[in-house]
């Protein structure tokens, strides 16, 4: 199983729309979560942390589900500018320092919205 | 704001040729990676440091070295450039957590090598 799996897309949706990706992690101890956002041809750019409570940025919002090893990121009313590829990003383990504490990069969703 | 530099943006290079790509971050950071990003292949880890003068291999180390004789500057080295090397280079720094908040990595804007 790869440590961090997302659907790779692409996600195809008219503005407005509500979309969601899902992302699942194989190490049950992993410590911190986050979704990244890279668009075509940049690098990418943190978007948001995943707190265990769940948590929003504006029309963002984003879910962790230990039990199962999920990670979600809804975006709400979606935009031409959410156009990008997003990255579910894990750390492994609470060891901060050695190749344990570094993050594991999921390869991405990409997503398309259409006027 | 953090910010990681990277020395160029736009890389042509002959096979066999060494090649450095430079990497500065302006934060004090202790950690600094090295990636290249390719379709359908996602991020992959080269190389990474710690701390001044230390450095691990990652997960594709091979054909690649690197150097940090500064903290604040971490290099890329291709000892003999090949066709298969041709790709995204990103640079990413970070901080150990402190106060319980988690900042993940600032990647620099990437140099894309082609090695014709």
């Known amino acids: 199983r790869k440590e961090v799996e997302q659907d790779p897309g692409p996600f195809n949706v008219p503005e407005g729309a509500t979309v969601a990706f899902n992302c699942t992690y194989s190490n049950s101890a992993s410590q911190s979560f986050f979704w990244y956002r890279q668009d075509c041809r940049k690098e990418p750019k943190l978007l948001m942390s995943?707190?265990?409570s769940g948590n929003e940025d504006g029309r963002f919002t984003a879910q962790l589900n230990r039990a199962s090893q999920y990670i979600s990121l809804l975006i709400r009313d979606s935009k031409l500018s959410d156009s990008a590829t997003y990255l579910c990003?894990?750390?492994?383990?609470?060891?901060?320092?050695?190749?344990?504490?570094?993050?594991?990069f999921g390869k991405g969703t990409k997503l398309s919205v259409k006027p | 704001d953090v910010k990681v530099t990277q020395s160029s943006r736009y890389l042509v290079k002959r096979t066999g040729e060494k090649v450095f790509l430079e990497c500065v971050q302006d934060?004090?950071?202790?950690?600094m990676f090295w990636y290249r990003q390719d379709p359908g292949l996602g991020l992959r880890l080269i190389y990474f440091?710690?701390?001044?003068?230390?450095?691990e291999k990652g997960d594709i180390p091979e054909g690649y070295s690197v150097s940090r004789e500064k903290k604040e500057r971490f290099s890329l080295i291709l000892e003999s450039a090949s066709t298969n090397q041709t790709s995204m280079y990103l640079c990413?720094?970070?901080?150990?957590?402190?106060?319980?908040?988690?900042?993940?990595?600032?990647f620099g804007s990437g140099t894309r090598l082609t090695v014709v």
């Open positions: 990003v894990v750390r492994p383990s609470g060891v901060y320092g050695g190749s344990q504490g570094n993050l594991i």
């Open positions: 934060m004090d950071h202790e950690n």
């Open positions: 990413a720094s970070s901080l150990y957590r402190t106060g319980g908040k988690e900042n993940g990595y600032t």
């Open positions: 995943v707190y265990s």
């Open positions: 440091s710690y701390d001044v003068k230390m450095k």
